[in-house]
């Protein structure tokens, strides 16, 4: 049990952090003169959105007990809370709340409404409705995370800076964060959707030099592990991932992870499993909470990283230089 | 710095040099966001800069208001695909005619700083994290003679242009060695509405017009690798006026 600032002393020179630097969208859309709200999942390739709709209710109630959202049809058209419009483009047969958008509006007309009428999504369990600045990392960029990267929430410049000063790089990519939680049982279970990701080419040689140099690769957050290792497996660096990281995933990229305290049966838990096995982290959870530790979102952090000799051999995304196996340790 | 391909944030820029620069800089290939209060005008300058073959888009809001920054930070990030240049050009003098401090109400000063220092600072810690962690940026903060002289009647105004140089003064310092740059630039007097408002008596025939302005800032911009982040220039180094 450590304050985050300790990841200083945890880090060695050469050893690379890379973040998630997605900007939180207010993805949160509630339809003009109806208690019927719209959540949007993901921006698609195409430009639609996949979407859920949820009933009545506020960000006092959580998501499982909120009603059943009305039906919709395709083809319906929908004025929302902001001034965009939207028809309903396709319906999920297996998900009947899960919708495909097409908003009438782009660019910047799609995004000044997106900020009019849109809220940040929110979570029951905290005692104020989050704002936009409240949802946002200390480094955003594009807005493409629907639910917040959490995990770099707890990153500060102070921190940040003293890893750099020490020689641990930072480097960062964007990956847009879906929502974790609709409160529809069957459609949680599918969650993540497709998420749209991009690593820049200088963190792309940032992990070459760490690796080269049998340096740690340490992901801030699940969405910067389901970059990187979309990325090794389909040797993109750009694209939309539906890849589901789990106990029997091979860790190509990733060598640690800075996460959330997660709960067995979520999908972020099971990615952690990739790391440690399972009755490590049940082991490191049952501490957490006996310690007062906050398994939630934007509660506290899990740091999972190999020890300092460690230096996997492993293949690399295609297209990439490999990483030599490197000298036995002193 | 080639500002070819670099997005690029001018705030008040629905006239004078936030106008004059959005022009200038997106016909030497910036992407350029602009951000004022007033839609139409806004518009209008960037219906201009698309007709001469520029990239440009309008985002409208108040730089005091809080609730205005995401938004504009998080458009601009998308619509550029980063945002690397950010310039706060815009600014308030408060009510008109200019008052001495001691008739000054309290609250016009409070409005002075949250346009011309608040907001900045809200917009810079929005924008500047994300070139820090690119390791490339420059923010331009436009100030004026009145950060370092002081005018009678100039004060509400002076004082927050000397804390807007501060400021970038101090994020210099903070983030030296990210490879993001701050700077303040003074532009001298030019022929604009403001500069009218607060000096109605002036000769506009001795003031440099912002297109003028503009072309220095731009000369600078190409050679600001060479500028010591955290210092302040004046414009007209830059290139003789014409």
Redesign the interface.
Known sequence: MAPVAALVALLDPGDLLV?N?A?T?PASLQIEGEALELRLLQRLQDGAWDAALLGAGDWRTPTEKRPEPRAVGVGERLSLVGGLTARIDAKSQEHPRRVRLVFDQV??AL??GL??GGRAVQYAHLNAPL???DV?T??????WATEAPSAGHALS?ELL?AL?RKGVG?A?LTHGCGLSSTGEPKLDRALPVGERYEI?E?TVDAIARAHASCRRVIAVGTSVVRALESWAQRGERAGWTTLRIGSAHALQVVDGILSGVHQEGESHHALLQAFAPAWLLARATEAAERAGFFNHEYGDLTLLLPARERCVSASRPRGRARRSRCPAAA | MDIAGKGVVITGASEGLGAALGHRLASAGAKVVLFARRGAPLEAVVEEIRRAGGQA????GDIAD??AI??L???A???T??VEVLVHNASTLGPTPLRLLLDSECEDLERVLQVNLVGPFRLSK?LA??M????RGLVLSVSSDAAVEAYPRWGAYGLSKAALDHLSRTFAA?LA??GVRFLSVDPGEMDTAMHAAAMPEADRASLSRPAEVAEQIAAMLVQVDQLPSGSRVQAARFGARS
Do not use: C, I, M, N
């Open positions: 973040v630097d900007a969208l660019d910047a995004w000044r900020y009019a704002l936009l600045w946002q200390a480094f955003p960029g594009r807005p410049w800076l750099r930072v960062r820049p200088e | 888009w309008a985002v409208t809080k609730d995401y938004p930070a998080a458009t990030s998308e619509l695909g980063g929005a994290a994300g820090a962690l690119r390791g903070e060695d990210t």
